[in-house]
């Protein structure tokens, strides 16, 4: 049996994705440091080389690990300025939403939301009219889109490669819910794009 085992109910120490703790802590220890040679890698986790180095092959083949690769200050590569962009889309035109939005080289991520917008897209640009002519000249311009509001990010306060199940605390016994949270569910055909 693989050490990533996809049962409904996960065993005591495992997550719902059927990773175990020490492939957790593995995947911790990639978030900080993807180039670790496997013998640190072991070390760190406190498991043998030819242990961890079976487990990434595994994270790796089960498409958990999904690849490597460096991460870049935008700003120390021009792309100063980021924004969000929340765009609304004609019913009934998403797979040419989707189709369109791959081909955008200026995206860096593109989410479909519930909600008062239907996606929502992170650009970056050199400046500010670049944004303004991406927002206007590409988004906008596309006949599925009906609306667009751009933000402008101040400040990236978090920026983290990916999250984890450990990295979630555990809030079920908090007795502090202000009740203000509303979530609207998706719209006709929103809720399976794919």
Not at 89 to 105: A, C, D, K, T, Y
Not at 136 to 159: F, I, N, Q, Y
């Amino acid at each position: 049996m693989s050490i990533i085992d996809q049962a409904a109910t996960p065993p005591a120490g495992q997550s719902a994705a059927g990773l175990d703790e020490v492939n957790l802590r593995i995947l911790g220890i990639l978030r900080e440091n993807g180039r670790i040679s496997m013998s640190a890698l072991a070390e760190r986790v406190n498991v043998s080389r030819a242990s961890v180095y079976n487990r990434v092959e595994q994270l790796t083949a089960a498409g958990v690990i999904t690849g490597f690769s460096a991460q870049v200050d935008p700003g120390k590569v021009g792309l100063d300025v980021c924004a969000l962009v929340f765009v609304t889309v004609h019913p009934q035109s998403w797979h040419r939403f989707r189709e369109g939005i791959l081909q955008m080289p200026d995206v860096e991520y593109c989410c479909i939301t519930t909600g008062e917008h239907d996606a929502m897209l992170l650009v970056r640009s050199l400046d500010i009219g670049g944004v303004h002519d991406f927002v206007t000249g590409v988004v906008a311009a596309r006949p599925e889109v009906k609306s667009v509001v751009s933000v402008v990010v101040l400040d990236e306060v978090v920026r983290k490669a990916y999250l984890l199940p450990s990295d979630i605390p555990d809030r079920s016994g908090s007795t502090n819910r202000l009740g203000m949270t509303r979530f609207t569910t998706a719209g006709n055909g929103r809720d399976s794009v794919r």
